[in-house]
């Protein structure tokens, strides 16, 4: 020990502010994990040799030993203690005082004044060593750092048991690191599992695994070093340097899934919000893709130091992509709570969103076949965006892929739509429903076959949603088929041969009597355009849910006020001529009877029972006995 240390009586001072305070906010408030306490400290140590690297650019006798930076973490399981130790900048009394004295102070607030005023640009190197460091008390009855300021002969020693007091001293030097600072926990009762290897590797891969130093393990004292993280980040590394290979091992840890990513995305944001992003999108669906409680897949890092592994990063309807965003802008000390809030974050989620968006949209545009599996596995849930983001609808719509009465294996695009307009063709038709097989063989969709009209085929449950909001595309508007009026008598047949027959006046008698039949279940009865080979069928009426959506809210108990559908007849089905027939027959009850059995029979073909089983039955009954002559 030198003369001027040792002429140095040790300084006992008070807390600047509440420790006990602090603490009990440590715990209750910011931390949620107990482990955090390592990331923390390990995050200063990696602090701490960056800013000693960019110190030395202008003063290289700082790092005249040239030894390489490195974090160690020691375990001295007799002793009860966990040290961590690094080579970086190290701190002066000064610094002990300032830094490890006043909860709101940095130990590197002055150097962070210092890079902004110089506008180096070197402000991302810096870490905040202050409440991070205060995490040790989570763990330890007693905290101890043993540090040297890089440049300084003296060094010294902090200490505290977090109650309210610290003492600093003179350290030897020959016991003190060459430049950098150790930090000895000596552990309580309930955190002795931090003395066991296996523990501290796995807290330093979930955590600190991605962080730029290298960090290496002690086991027991005088036991050889032995490396457990590179500090290499895969995401920081330029995308030259990464093959294909390291970017499909990396993916396969983060997203826990054997398979190879169907895209991968990689880039570097800079302006208002500087971070870096590296994304997949899975080969295949992941087992819980529509969880309601499922979490987001999104890490959030702040200089390579892990902030939360579920931060719901992206909007629901991108889940399913996997994604490290690093930010150097990010505080590590708050709780991913209080991180949610920030203005900052909401503009890297919004501009993570918008280039992911943008990567899928190319995709889409200028590789059909690589997006195909894509969309076959996310599109459920992509279109749950066309619902949700009215901002990026268009987006969405313009790389959304359907199944269509011409395009069964749902490959078509709306720009293939538009392109296949018939002649006099105004809107996009739609029709949703269960499944696509099942739609296709709706009676809605003969009119719109008849005259060469392709219709989407929408069986996702959040489509009855979208169409609902969506205006349209390329200036066309969306139209279902299964409500209102079909609007396509201007719209040629293809065969104009099967052209419907002029409205005669038995067919207004007929629909008249069927509407007085039928008014209790019925808004009206009406002669269809959209029928060319069924007697009947039902579409809701033009205002309102649609057909299926009344049918989703029905099975969710969120039911509309009753909704009476519209009865369409096809004037030219045999069916319904006999009908036209029998309505001026003074047989009133089989006209009756028919007119029922036809409108349950509708029913049927759209899913649902008749509207009165026992009716039912009856009717059907007594029309097959009268029709047997029994």
């Known amino acids: 020990m030198t003369q001027e240390a040792a002429t140095m009586d040790n300084e006992r001072h008070v807390f600047q502010a509440d420790v006990a305070r602090l603490l009990h906010l440590m715990v209750h408030s910011i931390y949620t994990e107990r482990d955090i306490f390592l990331r923390e400290l390990i995050s200063n140590a990696a602090d701490a040799c960056e800013k000693l690297r960019y110190e030395a650019n202008s003063n290289p006798a700082l790092l005249d030993s040239g030894e390489a930076f490195v974090i160690r973490v020691a375990l001295d399981p007799e002793a009860g203690t966990l040290t961590i130790e690094d080579n970086g900048v190290g701190m002066s009394r000064h610094d002990l005082t300032s830094a490890l004295g006043t909860i709101a102070n940095s130990g590197t607030r002055a150097f962070l004044e210092k890079v902004k005023a110089s506008e180096s ?44 007091e610290f003492e600093i001293a003179p350290l030897d030097p020959d016991k003190a690191p060459r430049h950098g600072s150790r930090v000895i926990l000596h552990l309580n009762d309930d955190s002795k599992a931090y003395l066991e290897p296996h523990k501290i590797e796995s807290i330093v891969n979930e955590h600190s695994s991605a962080v730029a130093t290298p960090i290496e393990i002690i086991e027991k004292p005088d036991a050889e070093p032995r490396r457990i993280s590179e500090g290499a980040a895969l995401w920081a590394k ?17 997203a826990g899934q054997f398979d190879e990513p169907a895209l991968t995305v990689h880039w570097r944001a800079e302006g208002r919000a500087e971070y870096t992003v590296l994304a997949f999108v899975p080969g295949s669906r992941p087992f819980d893709l529509f969880d309601p409680a499922r979490k987001g897949r999104a890490k959030l890092y702040s200089r390579r130091v892990l902030i939360s592994r579920e931060i719901d990063l992206l909007p629901g309807y991108l889940r399913f992509i996997r994604l490290v965003v690093d930010s150097p802008d990010l505080p590590l000390n708050v709780s991913r709570e209080m991180v949610q809030e920030s203005q900052l974050f909401a503009a890297i989620k ?25 969309w076959k596995n996310f599109g459920a849930v992509l279109k749950e965006g066309l619902y949700e983001d009215p901002e990026r609808r268009d987006a969405l719509l313009k790389m959304a892929r359907f199944s269509t009465t011409t395009d069964g294996e749902g490959k078509r695009t709306l720009a293939d739509y538009i392109a296949a307009l018939r002649p006099n063709q105004t809107s996009i038709y739609y029709i949703t429903g269960e499944n696509a097989e099942r739609i296709a ?51 040629d047949l293809l065969d104009e041969s099967r052209k419907p027959p002029e409205d005669t006046g038995e067919v207004r008698e007929f629909v008249a009597l069927a509407k007085q039949t039928l008014e209790s279940v019925v808004e009206d009865v009406r002669v269809s355009d959209r029928l060319s080979e069924s007697a009947a069928c039902l ?28 009865l369409e007849v096809n004037p030219s089905h045999p069916l319904v001529r006999a009908l036209e027939t029998l309505a001026k027959s003074p047989d009133r009850n089989l006209f009756e009877d028919a007119v029922w059995l036809i409108f349950d029979e509708a029913r049927l073909l759209d899913g649902a029972p008749p509207k009165d ?18």
């Open 121 to 164: 640009g070197a402000a991302e190197l810096i870490g905040q060593f202050g409440i991070g460091f205060y995490s040790a008390f989570m763990v330890a009855d007693r905290v101890v750092v043993e540090t040297r300021r890089a440049g300084e002969s003296l060094a010294w020693s902090w200490s505290s048991d977090g109650k309210g």
């Open 238 to 254: 330029p995308k030259a340097e990464i093959t294909d290979e390291q970017y499909k091992e990396f993916y396969q840890e983060l």
């Open 350 to 374: 919004k501009g993570v969103t918008n280039r992911l968006l943008q990567e899928l949209g190319k995709l889409a545009e200028n590789d059909p076949e690589k997006f195909g599996p894509i």
């Open 441 to 491: 063989g709706s009676p809605q969709l003969e009119g719109f076959r008849a005259r060469g009209v392709e219709v989407l085929l929408l069986s996702d449950p959040v489509d009855a949603f979208w169409v609902q909001t969506a205006v349209g595309y390329d200036g066309k508007p969306f139209k279902s088929i299964t409500q209102g009026g079909a609007d396509i008598k201007n719209i």
């Open 539 to 566: 579409v809701a009426p033009e205002f309102g849910p649609d057909l299926r959506l009344q049918q989703i809210l029905a099975a969710h108990g969120q039911a509309p006020a009753e909704l009476k559908p519209v």
């Open 613 to 630: 089983t026992a009716a039912f039955a009856a009717r059907l009954t007594r029309m097959l006995s009268k029709a047997l002559g029994a």
